[in-house]
């Protein structure tokens, strides 16, 4: 057997999201030792909906939870845009409807994170995920890494734990990424708020579609995520309101944040399509949660010796086009791939860098431009009081070319993810 570049020591993964328990899982496969360490005493379901496109699902599939996710997402047919009348825009197909080898999924983020977790604890063993433990400091000897955490809830310290590597996992607030750019201040405000929630429904068009309408000030995002509530006949909808509130600071960036639907439903309160009823929607959810649109500003490096940064931490960027999660389960395939072909371990998270941080740096300045969505833009541009066909005003070659360009810079054109699933 092959042994690790690591040696016996463990790669220490701080923070068990989305990135850091598929960072885990990948390793783990390729035989290279791990330990998990997060800040909250304990996994809850927390978040509302995400998706994962096809170039992250294959890789969760090559890690064994392909079906896992199948029983509990939704396989999403297909994503379409609409103008803040309801009028169709663009529509296309996902997942295995649009020739990928595997689906796209959409899902709820607590469900995803838990299914990811329980494989954790399956594979790597129970207790592999050390909770309560919030990285404070570490010191990179050259030889070793060597970090300390403490329990938020006692303010105890940890012994130094020793690792072969850190990676810094640890979410947008990342105190890894902050040890580094220690100016860098706060995330940077879109100046659009959005409010999430899930409202248990009649299923809408064929109970599988992701509809986003409206434009770039305004916008309504819904997309279903529960297969368990599909297969009884009703549809458990994702949704986002989003409305641009100005700029500025930026509100506390509070997963949890619960607010008063009052705040933002009056301005959909006219929002009643033919296929879908958005003032309904919002009435029926129990709970909102409001949270501002930020990301950052790509950085020149993530990786400084035997420490690195991944997921948000490196790269966190807008809701827009479905990539956070998928971004962060490519970054933990590509520093995998890195950690067992490498020579070394400094050289390994170094070649991780270069094959990541120029890739997600530009999704995150895509974003910025509103990815895909600027078909919703244009045509609110070009046609506010509406249209009588989406081709008298965006020709078809326009609404391809948007299509097709930013699925290539996001990595999961249908090509492009064959020929890493050939691989
Ligand atoms: C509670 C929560 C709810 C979310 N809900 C949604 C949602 O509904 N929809 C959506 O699109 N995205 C949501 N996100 C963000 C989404 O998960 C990420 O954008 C994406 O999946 C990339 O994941 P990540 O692993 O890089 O970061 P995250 O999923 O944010 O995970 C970071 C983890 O690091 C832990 N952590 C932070 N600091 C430390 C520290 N110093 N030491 C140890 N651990 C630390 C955090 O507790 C967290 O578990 C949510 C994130 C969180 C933390």
């Known amino acids: 057997m092959t042994r690790s570049i690591t040696g016996d020591r463990p790669v220490l993964i701080v923070g068990a999201g989305i990135g850091g328990l598929t960072t885990a899982l990948a390793l783990h496969q390729a ?35 392909g079906p896992a996710l ?25 997942g295995l409807a649009a020739g990928y080898p595997v689906p796209q999924f959409s899902i709820h983020r607590g469900e995803l994170q838990w299914i990811l977790y329980q494989a954790v604890e399956a594979r790597l063993g129970s207790g592999s995920v050390l909770t309560g433990h ?21 303010g105890r310290e940890s012994n130094p734990i020793r690792g072969a590597a850190l990676v810094g996992a640890d979410g947008i607030h990342s105190v890894v990424r902050r040890t580094f750019h220690p100016d860098e201040g706060p995330a940077r405000f879109s100046g659009r708020m959005l409010w999430r929630a899930v409202t248990d429904a009649e299923p809408y068009l064929d109970g599988r579609t992701m509809i986003m309408a409206g434009h770039q000030r305004q916008k309504f995002v819904a997309y279903p995520i529960s297969r368990v509530r599909a297969d009884r006949g009703r549809s458990l909808v994702n949704w986002i309101a989003e409305l641009e509130v100005g700029g500025g600071t930026p509100p506390r960036q509070d997963w949890s944040r619960e607010v008063a639907k009052e705040v933002f ?17 919002i009435a029926g959810a129990e ?17 400084h010796g035997r420490v690195t940064l991944l997921g948000d931490a490196a790269h966190a960027m807008y809701p827009i086009g479905s990539n956070g999660a998928s971004q962060a389960i490519l970054d933990a395939a ?55 066909h989406i081709h008298d005003v965006i020709p078809r070659a326009e609404l391809e070319d948007i ?17 890493e699933a050939a691989r």
């Open 403 to 419: 299509a097709a360009r930013y699925k290539r810079t996001a990595g999961f054109a249908p090509d492009q993810v064959r020929r």
């Open 31 to 65: 035989g290279v030792p791990v330990r998990v360490f997060e800040a909250v005493r304990a996994i809850r379901p927390l978040g509302v909906g995400i998706n994962l496109l096809p170039h992250s699902v294959r890789i969760l599939t090559d890690l064994g939870v």
């Open 287 to 303: 709970t909102v949660f409001e949270y501002p649109m930020v990301d950052r500003d790509p950085l020149p490096r993530w990786t």
């Open 70 to 94: 199948a029983a509990t997402a939704i396989e999403t047919s297909a994503l379409a845009y609409f103008n803040k009348h309801g009028q169709p825009i663009w529509s296309e197909p996902r």
């Open 265 to 281: 439903a009056p301005a959909f309160a006219s929002w009643r399509f033919d296929w879908l009823d958005v003032p309904g929607l």
């Open 134 to 154: 919030e990285l404070v400091r570490w010191e990179d000897t050259g030889a070793e890494v060597r970090a300390v955490f403490v329990d938020r809830e006692t």
């Open 334 to 388: 590509a520093l995998t791939r890195r950690l067992v072909d490498s020579a070394d371990v400094e050289r390994a998270l170094e070649e991780y860098q270069d094959d990541r941080l120029g890739p997600t740096a530009e999704v995150v300045l895509a974003n910025r431009r509103n990815g895909p969505e600027q078909v919703m833009q244009i045509a609110e541009e070009r046609a506010p009081a509406g249209f009588g």
